[in-house]
């Protein structure tokens, strides 16, 4: 299944509709929430962080957040890390997901990167195997918090 969507820059005109998309509660463990990723983009400009939300015409479905060329270092993946992505718990399973990261690996390419990395909190109902079934595999590390570390060769 291949669904339409656009990254859209947030702004003070969809910024709260942008952070209404949460996830089922029993997947916040595994995400933190679109308000979060603001406040954690806002406290971390050395991550360099860029997000845009996800809308299917006018209606915000997810979000993206990635550290965009960011200088790795000690406990900083990069240049490229796929640091927050979330469908809205009404709109899963429609392959919006693969969507974005479709969208998200363009934008990349364009850029001339040779990989995009991840990490996952490892668990029930975890995004390993969406991960995976994309292409990600396992570097072997592991971060500080216990997150499993990916990587996609693009
Ligand atoms: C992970 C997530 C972004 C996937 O988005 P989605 O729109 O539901 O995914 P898609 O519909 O594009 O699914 C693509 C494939 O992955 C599978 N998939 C999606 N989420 C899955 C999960 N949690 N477990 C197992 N398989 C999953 C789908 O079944 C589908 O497989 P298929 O092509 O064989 O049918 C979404 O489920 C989500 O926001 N989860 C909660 C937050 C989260 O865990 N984010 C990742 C943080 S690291």
């Known amino acids: 299944m291949s669904a339409q969507i656009r990254l859209v820059e947030v702004t003070d005109a969809n910024r709260a509709a942008v952070a209404a998309v949460r996830v089922d509660p029993a997947q916040e463990r595994f995400v933190a929430s679109v308000e979060k990723s603001f406040q954690h983009a806002a406290e971390n400009p050395a991550a360099r962080p860029w997000f845009r939300a996800v809308c299917d015409g006018d209606v915000p479905v997810g979000f993206v957040m990635?550290?965009?060329?960011?200088?790795?270092?000690?406990?900083?993946?990069?240049?490229?890390?796929?640091?927050?992505l979330l469908v809205g718990a009404g709109f899963q399973g429609r392959g919006y997901g693969r969507a974005i990261l479709d969208e998200v690996v363009a934008l990349l390419r364009a850029e001339g990167a040779a990989e995009l990395l991840t990490s996952y909190v490892p668990?029930?109902?975890?995004?390993?195997?969406?991960?995976?079934?994309?292409?990600?595999?396992?570097?072997?590390?592991?971060?500080?918090?216990?997150?499993?570390?990916?990587?996609?060769?693009?």
């Open 66 to 84: 990635l550290s965009w060329n960011v200088e790795p270092g000690a406990g900083v993946y990069g240049p490229y890390f796929l640091w927050r």
């Open 123 to 154: 668990g029930d109902g975890s995004p390993e195997p969406f991960y995976r079934s994309y292409g990600f595999v396992p570097t072997g590390e592991t971060d500080e918090d216990g997150e499993i570390l990916l990587r996609l060769p693009l």
